[in-house]
């Protein structure tokens, strides 16, 4: 019963992913925990809690979910939602520090770009260790006392992740379109419905197709849209020449409408995608800069990317970035190095400090909003 419920929740939930989705913040017990249990912590975003509570199943623990505004904890953490202050608040008031003899916290990777461990120890006394990405690692992280491997620090972008984006986006996209189409134009109500569908699961799933492309970081709306654009109205032509039909207003009709789905899908698919930043962002053209004679191997930087553009040598006391081209300007690296040897920096040489960037958080929008710190 307990799994169909869970699968109903995630359905529902998934079709309006676009929305915030706040739950009860405080504490949860799993199992029977005792004063030397992990204390885990996440976001508010329902569907995150519900997935990690699942994942904390048969485990004996505690959950603290912080304040994030009901949204994710990438998307909070980055855009100054879950930060130092709600940490420290659910800390402080929700009753955890009665219950436990110890003062370690483990956070999500992705709260990396708005919550600083410093930050944290000085208010609240509590040391923060990063957790694995993904919730249903967990378990492997525990077993493993704490240690992540590069798989439990990457974001992916798998099939199923993708399938949910999909969703995500044509549900509103074609309630929005019923409406409109249901009021002005009854007969293309249909056809249009699954026409967003339709090209929702092909942009998603045909991602790996063409991602590498994306990363050429310039002109990616244009190019998204008409690529997108090109292949609908190749299908299209081949439509019309199996059916003989080529009448003049059923092109204009879906040459325009096609167009303003399409343009909708690609503004803004770095919003669903890990691994890719979009033509919105202007921070796309900054690049993280290392500075090997400020650092000091300490590693926190390759702890939180979720791209492990980072190794650290630690004979040599430094780090490096081999991977850096697959670095999606998360800033979390930034916001952590404890000795500021890391900062962003565009081809013109305009650099955004280290203290710029904890002290404003990344949005949605590419603005940049206030922390609460
Ligand atoms: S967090 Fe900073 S000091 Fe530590 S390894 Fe990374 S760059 Fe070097
Ligand atoms: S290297 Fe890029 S992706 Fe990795 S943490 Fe830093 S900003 Fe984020």
């Known amino acids: 019963m307990r799994i169909v419920k869970y699968i109903l929740v995630s359905i529902f939930e998934t079709l309006l992913r676009f929305f915030p989705m706040p739950c009860k913040t405080g504490l949860r017990e799993f199992g029977n925990p005792g004063p030397d249990s992990p204390v885990f912590l996440t976001c508010n975003y329902h569907l995150t809690v519900e997935r990690v509570k699942r994942a904390l199943k048969g485990m004996d ?6 304040n994030s505004r009901g949204i994710n904890v990438w998307c909070g953490a980055a855009g100054g939602h879950l930060n130092n202050h709600r940490v420290v608040s659910v800390l402080k008031t929700s009753g955890i520090e009665e219950r436990v003899n110890h003062r370690s916290v483990i956070l999500p990777q992705l709260a990396g770009p708005g919550v600083e461990p410093r930050a944290v120890r000085k208010k609240a006394g509590w040391s923060i ?3 694995p990405v993904y919730a249903k690692d967990i378990p492997a992280f525990m077993e493993k006392k704490g240690e992540k491997n590069q798989e439990m620090r990457g974001v992916k972008f798998p099939p199923l992740q993708r ?9 509103p996209l074609s309630v929005t379109a019923g409406l409109l189409t249901s009021l002005f134009w009854p007969r293309m109500n249909l056809s249009l419905n699954v026409f967003i569908w339709v090209f929702s699961f092909f942009v998603f799933l045909a991602f790996p197709l063409y991602s590498k492309w994306l990363l050429w970081r310039k002109f990616e709306f244009l190019r998204v849209s008409a690529f997108l654009w090109g292949t609908f109205l190749v299908g299209l032509l081949v439509y019309s020449v199996l059916l003989h039909s080529f009448d003049g ?3 204009l009709w879906w040459g325009v409408v096609s167009l303003l789905v399409i343009c909708l899908l690609s503004v803004d698919l770095a919003g669903s995608t890990p691994v890719y930043k979009s033509g919105l962002h202007e921070d796309r ?3 993280v800069v290392l500075d090997k004679n400020k650092c000091r191997a300490a590693g926190c930087c390759e702890q939180v990317c979720p791209r492990n553009c980072f190794e650290v040598d630690r004979s040599h006391h430094t ?3 081999p991977r850096a081209s697959q670095c999606v300007q998360c800033g979390a690296c930034i916001v952590q190095c404890p000795f500021d040897a890391l900062w962003f920096e565009n081809q013109k040489g305009e650099k955004i400090s280290p203290e710029t960037i904890r002290k404003f958080k990344l949005n949605l929008m590419g603005q940049r909003a206030l922390g609460m710190d």
């Open 61 to 66: 623990c505690y959950l603290l979910v912080a």
């Open 129 to 131: 260790i990063w957790g």
């Open 163 to 171: 399938i949910e984006m999909a969703v995500m986006w044509a549900f």
């Open 249 to 251: 207003k059923f092109w």
């Open 285 to 287: 053209f900054f690049k």
């Open 319 to 321: 780090a490096r970035m």
